[in-house]
């Protein structure tokens, strides 16, 4: 007799689920692996439980569908809730699924019993637990939460008991057969005219896209670069969003991370057009260095950050763009600006420092990455330089962890990556420190048949905490690694691998990994002196 894991299951599928990545428990976790195994699901086993939410959270957005990440009861809950924050942050709609002890057990038995929705409670959007009457109206609400409005992780707790509790046909809901609209974003609304009328009063504006345009699908993102293309002026984007407009077209001014290095073409603009942009985005907290007027559209309204919108729109963001480009007509900027801004970044692209230097490894990876390829990449200095020097030339073609910026998501956000695109060339960059924190992955990713490519930048240090202490006057204490031969390592799970100390040696090991369609790692001496 089917089980109200079986419910679970079902509302699953019919959102679309086919993966569930995870570290399971001896509970709930037993029930809905064999019931998602019934139903044509797989269970994704991850190294750890924090790895398994980064993966589903990629996997996720690169399926448009919701994620899955289940963990076991208590100290896996506990675990997950470090890729739970990177999934807060990063705006992902991800189901995170727990197990519990059944109602009897969990009054009467101390051990392993954590109050798990205050776990939950700061780095979710709800936390909702199935009892045996409701587990579909619960699982399509955790859904629906999820990937509303600005969309993030759902925690909800399994009961062991409610899961083995017989399910009646009525149990089971009906597929889903409905659309919802945020707005449908008329073009004769009052909000759209509004900032249609003041992009056309404006002689120059700049476009700044974020967020909630990719989480948005392909229909958002085509949206967007039409808009962009009406529109004609340059087009920045934050980390998660490079390459919704191909950072290869001509209007791509490159990556926006709220800091200098963009202020001199910015200072350019009359007018910032803000589309599906997230404060949170903002690299360095509660900085925002521009003057200029502020038009927003985005799907929920602005309430926190260092600006605020001069006219601001809450709209669906495929249709909201769809009207407000037409109504606004193309707006001319001198393409020497553009142009300058964006070689003055290229430049940076050709060291002349001996040795192999961090801007080596983003040029040669770059220039042998096909536009089809996905670039994951982790926190650290890598990651601020390869953030600008970094050309993505398609919609979710680069992810990292943007709004907490935390270490150790690359690796399973590659492994998630490869899975959700099998056909796609993945390469993930990390530092040491990150990898030594994920190195499990690899089995992972092995045992899923997932080659991608890995590049470690090794300095055996912790480069961005060095450069802290520098500029501080500080001691290089609690930062520096010992020598690990991470090909050698990376073999032992069975992955190809080379270690490589020049451009030449990185770009023959880079064309070699890229070609073989099997799991690489590439362990780059870099010259850490070279950010």
Same mark, same amino acid.
């Given at each position: ?24 428990? #001896? ?9 998602? #195994? ?61 197990? @519990? ?20 409670? #700061? ?64 073009? *004769? ?26 989480? @948005? ?42 800091? *200098? ?34 038009? #927003? ?65 983003? @040029? ?29 030339? @398609? ?7 943007? +709004? ?35 190195? +499990? ?91």
């Amino acid at each position: 007799m089917p089980s109200q894991a079986d419910v679970v299951v079902a509302v699953l599928a019919d959102a679309g689920v086919d993966r569930i990545f995870g570290v399971p428990g #001896s509970l709930s976790s037993v029930e809905l692996i064999d019931a998602a #195994s019934r139903a044509g699901i797989s269970y994704v086993l991850c190294s750890n439980e924090s790895s398994a939410a980064a993966m589903a959270g990629v996997y996720g957005s690169l399926k448009e569908t919701i994620g899955v990440v289940s963990t076991g009861v208590g100290p896996g809950a506990a675990a997950v809730v470090h890729g739970v924050a990177h999934l807060y942050m990063e705006r992902s709609p991800v189901l995170v699924l727990t197990d @519990r002890y059944g109602e009897q057990e969990y009054r009467r038995l101390p051990r392993q019993r954590l109050e798990q929705h205050e776990l939950f409670r #700061s780095v979710t959007k709800a936390t909702l637990e199935v009892s045996k009457y409701d587990v579909a109206a619960t699982m399509r609400r955790a859904i629906d939460i999820a990937k509303a409005g600005r969309p993030g992780p759902v925690h909800v707790d399994l009961p062991h008991d409610v899961m083995l509790a017989p399910a009646l046909d009525d149990d089971f809901p009906p597929p889903i057969k409905r659309q919802t609209y945020v707005s449908d974003g008329a073009a *004769a609304s009052e909000g759209i005219r509004a900032a249609a009328a003041a992009i056309e009063a404006a002689t120059r504006p700049a476009v700044i896209v974020g967020y909630q345009v990719p989480r @948005r699908g392909a229909a958002a993102e085509q949206a967007f670069v039409e808009f962009a293309e009406k529109l004609n002026v340059p087009v920045f984007a934050t980390l998660g969003a490079k390459g919704t407009l191909p950072e290869d077209h001509a209007l791509a001014a490159g990556t926006f991370r709220g800091v *200098a290095s963009e202020k001199a073409l910015l200072d350019g603009a009359d007018l910032i057009v803000l589309v599906g942009f997230d404060p949170v985005e903002i690299f360095t907290p509660g900085t925002w260095l521009h003057d200029q007027p502020i038009v #927003s559209i985005d799907e929920v309204p602005y309430d926190e950050g260092p600006y605020l919108p001069t006219v601001e729109v809450v709209a669906g963001m495929t249709d909201g763009l769809k009207a407000l480009t037409s109504l606004v007509t193309p707006h001319s900027w001198n393409r020497e600006d553009i142009d300058s801004y964006k070689g003055k970044r290229e430049a940076a692209l050709n060291p002349t420092r001996p040795g192999l230097q961090p801007a080596s490894v983003i @040029r040669v990876t770059r220039e042998h990455l096909p536009a089809s390829g996905i670039l994951t990449v982790d926190a650290g200095q890598h990651k601020v330089v390869t953030s600008d020097l970094w050309e993505t030339r @398609r919609a979710k073609g680069f992810f990292s962890s943007s +709004g907490l910026g935390t270490m150790a998501v690359s690796l399973p956000a590659a492994i998630g990556a490869k899975l959700a695109e099998p056909s796609a060339p993945v390469v993930c960059f990390t530092g040491d420190g990150g990898f030594l924190m994920r190195v +499990g992955d690899l089995e992972t990713a092995v045992r899923e048949q997932a080659p991608i490519v890995v590049v470690v930048f090794n300095d055996r240090v912790l480069n961005l905490i060095k450069v802290a202490q520098d500029r501080k006057g500080y001691e290089h204490l609690g930062i520096n690694f010992g020598e690990t031969d991470f090909a050698a390592v990376a073999r032992g799970f069975g992955f190809q691998a080379a270690r490589v100390t020049s451009d030449e040696e990185l770009e023959a090991a880079i064309k070699q990994a890229l070609a073989s369609g099997q799991p690489w790692l590439i362990d780059a001496m870099i010259d850490g002196d070279g950010y």
